[in-house]
């Protein structure tokens, strides 16, 4: 069992940023590929970002490439979401989801389904 808790979220103006963190429990987390979805209201969950857990390979959704970079740090069981030059339509509820033992690389850690584990979520918005 794996569970997820984010930390980072808030209130913020455009083009600021913001550092969201995700810290999970158990053994797994080193051989997990973790990601980050968001969730606007009446809109459906997308992705955001993911890497992988073999050479820390990642993947970025359009809308938040050169903005965005997930990173991860091995020894505090901890996924980082650093969100730069922040937009509007950035706002959101952010989860972060783990999937152990994935092997998934590039777009293929886009999909949602792979992922067992979420944490609650955490609310980003950004003012205009």
């Known amino acids: 069992q794996v569970q997820l808790v984010e930390f980072g979220g808030g209130l913020v103006q455009t083009g600021t940023s913001l550092t969201l963190s995700c810290a999970a429990s158990?053994?797994?987390?080193?051989?997990?590929?973790m990601g980050w979805f968001r969730q606007a209201p009446g809109q459906e969950r997308e992705f955001v970002a993911a890497i992988s857990w073999r050479l820390n390979s990642t993947y970025y959704a359009d809308s938040v490439k050169g903005r965005f970079t997930i990173s991860r740090d091995n020894a505090k069981n901890t996924v980082y979401l650093q969100m730069n030059s922040l937009r509007p339509e950035d706002t959101a509820v952010y989860y972060c989801?783990?999937?152990?033992?994935?092997?998934?690389?590039?777009?293929?850690?886009?999909?949602?389904?792979?992922?067992?584990?979420w944490g609650q979520g955490t609310q980003v918005t950004v003012s205009s």
């Open positions: 989801a783990a999937s152990p033992g994935g092997n998934n690389t590039g777009r293929t850690m886009a999909i949602i389904k792979i992922y067992r584990y």
């Open positions: 158990g053994s797994t987390f080193s051989r997990s590929i």
